[in-house]
């Protein structure tokens, strides 16, 4: 069926539906005369998609919940759930500003806020902006737990030693090119990244036979000129010096370990993971 029919069938507006289908959350087929012919699957995907777009579900979560199990549904859900709750709690604390309340009373109700927060909200809120997406993105998966007493101490000496490095400045050519690299790239994407991390860590053997003919291709691809010269590179190597001057892989990483216990299982088993592979690729 046409698009015009979808739009009536669904509610949808025309740039809604093309935005859906950029977006890969569904695949019409084409017709010779370069119309989109739309089946029934689309429809239903496309109502589906209306609705968890009305109750606040990003792009990013309709797109895992169509394209993963059930399960999915509910643990978006529940993450919902409790965002909406600590938004409620956050307007709450809001009101007693706005009516005047005691210091005291607004300072109780936004230390229980706080620890109410995750590990990586609590280093978001101390490092807003890039800087804090650049250095925490990449162990977000590990950071997605609360904060315990034994790792407190570990945890400031962390912020204060973010605090305290010398700032990594980009471009504006390489913040354009970054942009433009990572402009469909969502935090969903990224995490599945790092899962599949720890699946590798976890079997690295049985990833390693996987994923062999992907491997040889990405260690040729980083000898290769175009890898060499590219822009990524020059970046990836910036940022790696910067981590060796500020001692980062000293200092940090024993710290991260010592806040978060998922990470410093991960660790472990990255260790002996990278001891195996060297040896699967000397082979």
Not at 206 to 233: G, M
């Amino acid at each position: 069926m046409l698009r015009s029919e979808v739009q009536n069938r669904t509610g949808l507006t025309r740039k809604a539906i093309e935005y859906y289908e950029e977006k890969g959350l569904i695949n019409p087929k084409r017709l010779e005369n370069g119309y989109r012919d739309y089946s029934d699957q689309d429809i239903e995907i496309l109502k589906e998609i209306s609705l968890f777009s009305k109750v606040g579900l990003s792009v990013a979560e309709i797109k895992e919940i169509l394209h993963s199990q059930d399960s999915s549904l509910a643990t978006i859900l529940r993450n919902k759930e409790y965002e909406l709750d600590i938004e409620k709690k956050k307007r709450d604390v809001l009101k007693l500003i706005i009516n005047g309340e005691e210091q005291d009373t607004i300072s109780k109700e936004l230390d229980l806020l706080e620890a109410n927060k995750t590990i990586y909200e609590r280093l978001m809120d101390k490092f807003p902006g890039y800087f804090g997406q650049l250095l925490f993105s990449a162990y977000k998966i590990f950071l997605n737990e609360y904060l315990e007493e034994d790792g407190k101490e570990a945890f400031e000496k962390y912020i204060n030693y973010l605090d305290n490095l010398p700032e990594f400045q980009l471009s504006n050519e390489e913040n354009r090119y970054i942009e433009s690299l990572t402009k469909s790239f969502s935090m969903a994407d990224l995490e599945k990244i790092n899962e599949s991390k720890i699946e590798a860590v976890n079997n690295t053997k049985e990833w390693f036979k996987d994923n062999k003919k992907f491997i040889s291709y990405y260690e040729k691809y980083k000898k290769s000129d175009e890898y060499l010269n590219s822009e990524a590179k020059k970046i990836q190597d910036r940022l790696q010096k910067y981590m060796i001057d500020n001692g980062y892989y000293e200092i940090a990483i024993p710290l991260i370990r010592k806040f978060s216990k998922s990470y410093d299982e991960y660790y472990k088993k990255l260790s002996k993971a990278n001891e195996n592979y060297l040896e699967m690729l000397n082979k």
